[in-house]
């Protein structure tokens, strides 16, 4: 079955960066387009960024600039470096299957914490 593991959160802060990771299973990994989304306290789910399966990416503009996304298709992972963190950036971060456009979202995984508070 597909899954998606998130790693990497934990509080930093502000002006630090923070490496998430994203192990993914169960799937053709390489053959998806993969997106991070991330769900501040008490607000939505909001989409952050996304990679397609030929490495082309996007960002929303509250993390153009700051965070990169990338993958490694030898061992099924995805990562979003983030930089210069602010406090607008806490919240939960999934990884998520699909999601080129938020509509587009398959499925996500549990998610990983991230509080930048100083």
């Known amino acids: 079955q597909v899954q998606l593991v998130e790693s990497g959160g934990g509080l930093v802060h502000p002006g630090g960066s923070l490496t998430l990771s994203c192990a993914a299973s169960?799937?053709?990994?390489?053959?998806?387009?993969m997106a991070w989304v991330r769900q501040a306290p008490g607000k939505g789910l909001e989409w952050v960024s996304a990679?397609?399966?030929?490495?082309?990416?996007k960002y929303a503009d509250s993390a153009k600039g700051r965070f990169t996304i990338s993958r490694d298709n030898r061992v099924n992972t995805l990562y979003l470096q983030m930089n210069d963190l602010r406090s607008e950036d806490t919240g939960v971060y999934y990884c998520?299957?699909?999601?080129?456009?938020?509509?587009?979202?398959?499925?996500r995984g549990q998610g990983t914490a991230v509080t930048v508070s100083a």
């Open positions: 169960g799937f053709s990994f390489s053959s998806f387009t």
């Open positions: 990679i397609n399966y030929g490495g082309n990416t």
């Open positions: 998520a299957q699909g999601g080129w456009t938020p509509e587009t979202i398959a499925r």
